[in-house]
C-alpha cells in the first residue's frame, strides 16, 4: 500500500523542470546515437562486421533502452520492474503532455438586458444643489446629526419623517445649532416685519409725497440718478429672473421625482428579476451545464480507456516496433516504384557526368598545347596554372563510388517475392490479443466509475438548487428593502400637501407677474411715457408686499423639510463611514433578518448590515463574496465535495488485471531469422546519404570566369615579330574556339547534370520516408525494430500485468484530479464572476439614490431659488420708489422750451423772490391755431411755480414759432427756460425774431 501511494503520488506531481532535462537528455542521445551509426559499404554492399547495436544491454543479456532506470526507494516490492526515469516512459509524457486529455469548458455568456433609465438633464441645477449641500454639510456638525424624533426607521428599510416633524415641533432641532437659530429668526423676522411696512407704507401715501424739483437745477441730476436706478433695477430683475427660473425648474424636477417613483419601482423590479435570472443561469451553467460536459469527457475517456491503455502499454513496451516493421515491408512497393525512376535518372547522370568531364578533359589539354606550343607567353602560362590545373580532378565528376540503384531494386523484389509483410501482420495480432485482455478486464471497472461519474451529476444539481435558494432569497429581499427604501420620505407628500405643485407654481406666477410689471416699467421709462411707467412700479410694489411673507414661510418650511430629508437620504450615500446617522441606522438594521430560515441555521453568523452591502457592491464584488462575508454560504466548500467513491483508494477496486503475460510473444524464431535475411540483403546498405556522398555539388570551378579568361587572354596577344605572325593568330583562334566550348559543355552537360541531382535527392527521401526509421541505414533500421520488438516481449512477460494495472490506477486519479480541478475553477468562477453587484448597485442607485437626486436635491433647490427671489424683493422695493419719485419729476420736466423774462434776483423757487402771478395771455393776430391757451391749463404749486405742459408767449402778436422773450433793457440776454416763468417786470416788449434756442 505505502509503495502504492508513493508510486501514485508520484504521477501526480510531476517536475517540469525534470520533464525538460530529459527532454534535453534524450535529444542528446539521439543525437549522438545519429553520429555514430556506420556507414553502409561505399560500393552498396552490407556491413560484413553487422552494424552497431546502439542501444544498451541489460544484465540479463535482453536488450533495453538506453533511458531506462531502475527505481529507487519508490520501487520497493517491485525490483523486476524497471519504470522509465519519466512516469511510464510513454511519447506524450517525454513531450510534457498531459496522460489524458483534460476537458474544454465553454464559458458562461450573459444575456440579460436591463431597462435603460431616462436619462434627465440636471447640470443647470447642480450649482443649486452643492451649494445646498456645503450650506447643510456646515450647519449640521456635531453628532448624532440629528437629535432623535425627527427621523425614523419603518419596518426595518424605510425612513420617515419622525413624530416631531409632524407635531411641528422644532425647537429641539433649533437649539442643537446655533447658525440655524440665527438663519431662521432673520426670516421669520422679515415675514413679521414686512406685513407692517407694507401697510405703513399705503396708508401715509408714501408713493406719492415725492418732492419736486427745480428743473433748472435738479433736471440734469434727476437723469443721473434716473439712469443708475434703472440700471441698478436691471441688475436685480437679473436675480430676480433666475431665482424665478431656478424655482420654476426646481418645481417640475420635484413634481417629476414624485411621478417617477412608480415607474422607477416597476423598471427595479424587472431589473432585479433579470438579474437574478442572470445569477441563477449563471450558477447552473457553472455547476450543471460545465458539469454535463465534464461528464462527456469522461465518458469519451472512460469509452476509450481500453484503447488508450493499450496504446500505452505499446508506447511503454516498444511494441510500436512491430507497425514500424509492418509499414516499411508495406512500403516496399511503392520503394521500389520511385526507385526504379531513380536508376533512370542515375544512368542519365552517370552518361551526363562522363561527358562533361572527358570534355573538360580535351579542352585543357588543348589550351595548354595553344599555350605551350604556339604562344608561349607569360599571361597564358598563369591562366593555365591559376584556372585550368583542377578543372577536371572535382570529386564530384568521379561516380565510381555511386550505388547501382538496380541492386536496391533487386534486392525489394526478392523481399516482395517472399511474403515477408505477413510476418508483423502476425505479430501484431499476437499483440491485440493483449488488448483484447485489457477491454475484458476493463468491463468490469468502468461500470462503477459511470455510477459515480453519473451521480456527481445529482449532486451538483442539488448543490446548484441550494446555492440558488440562498442567492435568490439574498437578492430578493435586497431588492424589497430596496423598493420599500424607495418609498423612503414618501409622507414628505403628504406633508407638503397634495397641492405642493399648484402652490409652486402660483408662487412662480406671481414672481414672474412682477418681474414682467418691473420690465415693462423698464420699458416705459426708456421709450414711452414715465407716467404710465410709475404706475407698473407702483402695482409691482404692491404685489411684492402681498406675498413677500408667504414666500418666506414657504422658504422655512422647505428649508426645515429639506435639512432633515437631506440628513436622512442625501448625507449617507456620500459618506457611508463618517456620517453618523448612516451608522446609527446601519446598527439598526441587519439583512440577515431578511434570508430564510435555513440560512441562519450557521453557527452565530455576524450581522449582514446595509453598509457592508453597499459597500460590496460599489467594490464590484460578487453575490458569493457577500454570502461569505456574512456567513451564510462559502463558496470554497464546493472543493469538499466528494464524487468518486473512497472504496478507489483500496487495492480490490479499480481495474484488477490478473492475466498472465508471462508467455507472451511476438515473433517466433523463424520470423526474427527471416527478418534478419531481410536485412542483410542487398538493402542492407541502402541510404539517401550513401547517394548525397557522391552527388555533390559544384562540379566544376566557375566555367563562365575561365570563359571570360581565355577570351580575354586571345584578345591581348600581341605579336612580337612578323615571324611569329602566324603562330598567334592560329593560337588566338585555338582561345576562342576552346571558350566557346566551354560554354557549350556547361549548358549541354553540366546545367543538366545539376537538374538531375536535384531530382533524384527528392525521389531517394521519399524511399527514406518509406523504407527507412529514424534516418538510418536498412539495415539499422531493421535491426534497431527487432530489437525493440525482443525487448517489448521481455517487457510484457516481467513488467506488463503490473504495468497495466498501474495505468487503471491513474484512470482513477485522473478523474478524481480533474474533478478536483473543476471543483476548483467553479469555486473561482462563482466568487469571481457569478453574481457581480453591478447590476444590483444600479438597480439601488436608481431606485434609493432617486430620493436624494430626484425628491431632496429639488426641494433644496426650490426654497433656494425662493429665497433669492425673496432678498431680491427688498433692494427692487427701495430702488422701485426712488424711480418712481425721479419718474414723476422728469415727467413734469417734460414741456416745450419756453423763453421767460426772469427778475435781477433769479428764479423765485430757488431765490425765495416775493410772488408774482403770472400774466394772461390773450392770443390774437391770427395766431389762434398756435395759442397754448388751447394745449394746457395752468397748474399751481407750492414754491410759486406755475408749471404747464404748454408753450407761452409773453405776446401775442409776436410770431407763434418765435419763443425768444426780451427783458426791457436790451443790453441783457434772454435766459431760456424749460417751463413757463413768472414774468417779474410789469411791462414786457416782444421783439419778433427767426432764431430759436434750444434748451
Known sequence: ???????????????????????????????????????????????????????????????????????????????????????????????????????????????????????????????????????????ISRKPALPSGYLVVKNDSTLALGPKVEENEWSHLLSEYFLLIIFV???????????????????????????????????????????????????????????????????????????????????????????????????????????????????????????????????????????????????????????QEVEVMENDLRFNIAMLRDGLRGLKRDVIYSCVMLLSHKTCESVIFSKLQFLDTSICLHLDKLPRTQVFIDAIDKILKSDLDAVPKRALARFQEVGHKISVAME????????????????????????????????????????????????????????????????????????????????????????????????????????????????????????????????????????????????????????????????????????????????????????????????????????????????????????????????????????????????????????????????????????????????????????????????????KNEAMHLYLYEQKYAVQALKLIDAMNKKLAQVDELILYENRNFSNSIDVLVNAIVRSEHFLETQGTQFINLLGENLTDVLNLQIEQFLEAAAHECMTNVGRCAPLAYIYYRGVDQICYRLVDPMNAFWLGLFICCLTFIPILFVCHRLMCLWKRLHSYRVAPVAAVLPVGGCPTCTGAPYVPPPIITCTGGNETFCVCSEGRLNRTDGGAAPSESTMNANANANANDNEVITEDANKEAIPVTSIAVISAPTVAAKPSNKRKED
Open 444 to 735: 468490469t471497472a468502468v461500470p462503477p466509475l459511470r455510477m459515480d461519474i453519473s451521480r456527481g451529476h445529482d449532486i451538483f444539481q442539488k448543490e446548484a438548487n441550494k446555492i440558488r435558494h440562498y442567492v435568490d432569497a439574498l437578492i430578493s429581499d435586497i431588492h424589497f428593502r430596496t423598493l420599500e427604501s424607495t418609498k423612503s420620505f414618501e409622507d414628505m407628500h403628504d406633508k407638503l400637501g397634495a397641492d405642493r405643485n399648484a402652490i409652486s407654481m402660483i408662487a412662480c406666477l406671481f414672481i414672474l407677474i412682477i418681474w414682467l410689471a418691473l420690465v415693462v416699467a423698464l420699458i416705459f421709462s426708456f421709450c414711452l411715457n414715465k407716467l404710465t411707467g410709475t404706475y407698473f412700479l407702483l402695482f409691482a410694489m404692491i404685489l411684492i408686499f402681498s406675498v413677500f411673507s408667504l414666500f418666506l414661510l414657504m422658504v422655512v418650511f422647505y428649508f426645515i423639510i429639506g435639512l432633515i430629508s437631506y440628513q436622512g437620504a442625501c448625507a449617507p450615500l456620500r459618506d457611508h463611514e463618517g456620517n453618523m446617522l448612516f451608522s446609527q441606522l446601519d446598527s439598526e438594521m441587519d439583512l440577515l433578518r431578511f434570508l430564510p430560515a435555513s440560512g441562519a441555521d450557521r453557527d452565530a453568523p455576524v450581522p449582514m448590515r446595509m453598509s457592508k452591502t453597499i459597500k460590496a457592491c460599489m467594490a464590484n464584488q460578487t453575490i458569493f463574496q457577500l454570502l461569505r462575508d456574512s456567513g451564510i454560504y462559502n463558496a470554497n466548500e464546493l472543493m469538499f465535495i466528494r464524487v468518486m467513491s473512497e472504496d478507489y483508494d483500496d487495492e480490490k477496486h479499480g481495474l484488477n488485471f490478473e492475466d498472465d503475460l508471462a508467455d507472451v510473444f511476438l515473433l517466433t524464431p523463424a520470423e526474427k531469422l527471416e527478418l534478419d535475411d531481410m536485412r542483410s540483403g542487398n538493402l542492407s546498405g541502402y541510404s539517401s546519404t550513401s547517394y548525397r556522398e557522391r552527388m555533390c555539388t559544384p562540379l566544376t570551378p566557375n566555367l563562365k570566369e575561365i570563359q571570360k579568361a581565355l577570351n580575354d587572354l586571345a584578345d591581348t596577344i600581341n605579336p612580337p615579330t612578323d615571324q611569329w605572325l602566324d603562330f598567334n593568330r592560329v593560337g588566338r583562334v585555338s582561345l
Open 185 to 339: 429668526f432673520f426670516l421669520l423676522l422679515l415675514v413679521i416685519l414686512m406685513p407692517f411696512i407694507a401697510v405703513c407704507y399705503c396708508c401715509f401715501c408714501c408713493c406719492r409725497r415725492c418732492k419736486l424739483g427745480c428743473p433748472p437745477c435738479d433736471g440734469p441730476k434727476d437723469k443721473r440718478s434716473n439712469l443708475i436706478c434703472s440700471i441698478i433695477l436691471v441688475i436685480l430683475l437679473i436675480l430676480l429672473f433666475i431665482g424665478l427660473l431656478m424655482t420654476f425648474v426646481a418645481t417640475r424636477f420635484l413634481e417629476r421625482g414624485f411621478e417617477d417613483t412608480k415607474n422607477t419601482m416597476q423598471r427595479g423590479s424587472q431589473d432585479t428579476c433579470t438579474f437574478l435570472q442572470d445569477v441563477s443561469n449563471h450558477i447552473h451553467h457553472v455547476l450543471v451545464y460545465n458539469y454535463e460536459e465534464l461528464e462527456a469527457h469522461f465518458t469519451e475517456i472512460l469509452n476509450e480507456a481500453s484503447s488508450h491503455i493499450f496504446l500505452d502499454l505499446a508506447d511503454a513496451s516498444e511494441s510500436n516496433a512491430i507497425a514500424e516493421v509492418e509499414r516499411i515491408i508495406h512500403n516496399m512497393a511503392e520503394a521500389s516504384r520511385i526507385l
Open 1 to 139: 500500500m505505502q509503495c502504492k501511494t508513493k508510486l501514485k503520488r508520484r504521477l501526480r506531481c510531476r517536475n517540469l523542470r525534470n520533464i525538460a532535462l530529459g527532454l534535453l537528455l534524450l535529444t542528446l542521445i539521439i543525437n549522438v546515437n545519429g553520429q555514430d551509426e556506420p556507414e553502409g559499404d561505399p560500393e552498396g554492399e552490407p556491413d560484413p562486421d553487422g552494424d552497431q547495436k546502439p542501444d544498451a544491454t541489460v544484465p540479463n543479456g535482453d536488450q533495453a533502452d538506453a533511458t531506462t532506470t531502475k527505481p529507487g526507494d519508490g520501487g520497493k516490492g517491485r525490483d523486476d520492474i524497471y519504470m522509465r526515469s519519466d512516469n511510464h516512459g510513454t511519447t506524450h509524457e517525454k513531450l510534457g503532455q498531459a496522460h489524458y486529455p483534460t476537458v474544454d469548458l465553454t464559458a458562461y455568456q450573459s444575456h440579460a438586458i436591463y431597462a435603460a433609465d431616462k436619462n434627465y438633464t440636471t447640470w443647470p441645477m447642480h450649482p443649486a444643489y452643492n451649494f445646498t449641500h456645503s450650506i447643510f454639510d456646515s450647519l
